[in-house]
Nanobody, 126 residues
C-alpha cells in the first residue's frame, strides 16, 4: 500500500506560480510511475502530468505544456509539480497518483494508477 499526501495548493493570481508536493509513505515509490491529475467542479478528472520511475520520461497534457514541470526525488519518496503562468482555468483540485507496478512508461489514464492522494485545492483568480 502507498499513502500519498499532497500539499502546496492555495489561492494565487493569474500569472502566478505554485509548487505542489506529494509525499509517499508505506512503500518506496522509486520504481513506480507517478502522475498528477486534476478535477474542476462539474468536470471529470483529467491527466495533467506524469513521470516515470527514474524521471527520465515525463509527459504533460497539452494545456499545461511549457507552464508546468514535474519532478521527483526518489531518495525522499516525493514528487513535485511546479506550476507557472497559472490561469483561472487551472483552478481545480489536484491529485497525486502512484502506479502499483513498475513500468518504463508514463500512464495518462486514471486506470494506470492504483493509489491516490486526497487532493489539494488550487484556485487561480483573474
Amino acid at each position: 500500500q502507498v499513502q500519498l499526501v499532497e500539499s502546496g495548493g492555495g489561492l494565487v493570481q493569474a500569472g502566478g506560480s505554485l509548487r505542489l508536493s506529494c509525499v509517499a509513505s508505506g512503500r518506496a515509490i522509486s520504481r513506480l510511475p507517478m502522475g498528477w491529475f486534476r478535477q474542476a467542479p462539474g468536470k471529470e478528472r483529467e491527466f495533467v502530468s506524469g513521470i516515470n520511475w527514474n524521471g527520465g520520461t515525463t509527459d504533460y497534457a497539452e494545456f499545461v505544456k511549457g507552464r508546468f514541470t514535474v519532478s521527483r526525488d526518489n531518495a525522499k519518496n516525493t514528487v513535485a509539480l511546479q506550476m507557472d503562468s497559472l490561469k483561472p482555468e487551472d483552478t481545480a483540485v489536484y491529485y497525486c497518483a502512484a502506479s502499483g507496478r513498475f513500468s518504463l512508461s508514463v500512464g495518462m489514464k486514471s486506470y494506470d494508477y492504483d493509489y491516490w492522494g486526497q487532493g489539494t485545492q488550487v484556485t487561480v483568480s483573474s
